[in-house]
């Protein structure tokens, strides 16, 4: 009871309804009422920011994110893409919430608000530490379930819409076309030439490590 109370407690409330909701979907999943990827970011090699919502109404997101960015190198870090990010969230929610509860319980006992907002930061930064440590064993793991099988998918000579734009020796991305679903890959100019947004392109190879693939401007016969 002492427990319950605490994780109800106002200064707690927070984590524990990001906890709550974390197990009420994985009850879902084992019920069959939700999919492992109802919320989920591919960030492989050929698909780097494919945002996916699969629902019963199989509705499909795609968010175009520059490859260069900091953002990309944040979600990368923690495994996002690699590890479904729901596995992520959960370890994150769970051990923020215990290490949130502890030091309001142990450090806060005059329970004052300033005291339990600061405590919010160590309780994220812990959380998302023991996320990375959790989930990196779980790569491997994940690789040989099938995770991320759009790896197998044969994008040479496919043509798609540069979504952003590829200067003469940076990476872009368009979006490719594989069965009606689009795909986000990247993409550097294959003859060293500036593909703006909204252009047409077609994919000529596969890039260096197989990190992007190599295209170039999609010329049609009149």
């Known amino acids: 009871m002492e427990l319950f109370l605490e994780a109800i407690s106002f200064h707690n409330l927070a984590w524990t309804i990001l906890l709550v909701l974390c197990v009420g979907y994985w009850l879902m999943v084992i019920v069959g009422l939700a999919d492992m990827d109802f919320l989920d970011i591919d960030m492989d090699a050929h698909v780097d920011h494919d945002l996916d919502l699969d629902g019963d109404s199989d509705i499909h997101k795609d ?14 870090f923690f495994n996002m893409g690699e590890v479904p990010l729901m596995v992520i969230l959960t ?4 051990s ?8 309001n319980y142990y450090l806060n006992p005059w329970d004052w608000g300033w005291l339990a907002a600061l405590y919010t930061l160590p309780a994220a930064i812990g959380g998302a530490i023991m996320s990375k440590i959790v989930t990196t064993p779980l790569i491997g793991f994940y690789k040989k379930l099938g995770y991320k ?8 000579g496919r043509t798609g819409l540069v979504t952003v ?7 872009g991305q368009a979006e490719i076309m594989v069965n009606g679903d689009p795909m986000i ?11 703006p947004k909204g252009s047409k ?10 990190r992007f693939y190599w295209a170039e401007t999609y010329e049609t016969i009149d």
């Open 185 to 195: 890959v990247n993409v550097k100019s294959k003859k060293g030439v500036k593909l």
């Open 63 to 76: 968010i175009s994110v520059d490859p260069d960015s900091w953002l990309h190198g944040f979600m990368k």
């Open 201 to 210: 392109v077609s994919i000529a190879d596969e890039g260096e490590g197989n």
């Open 96 to 103: 923020g919430w215990v290490i949130n509860v502890l030091l």
């Open 165 to 171: 734009t590829v200067e003469e020796n940076k990476l």
């Open 149 to 156: 099988g759009e790896e197998s998918i044969d994008f040479l």
């Open 91 to 94: 370890i994150f929610a769970l």
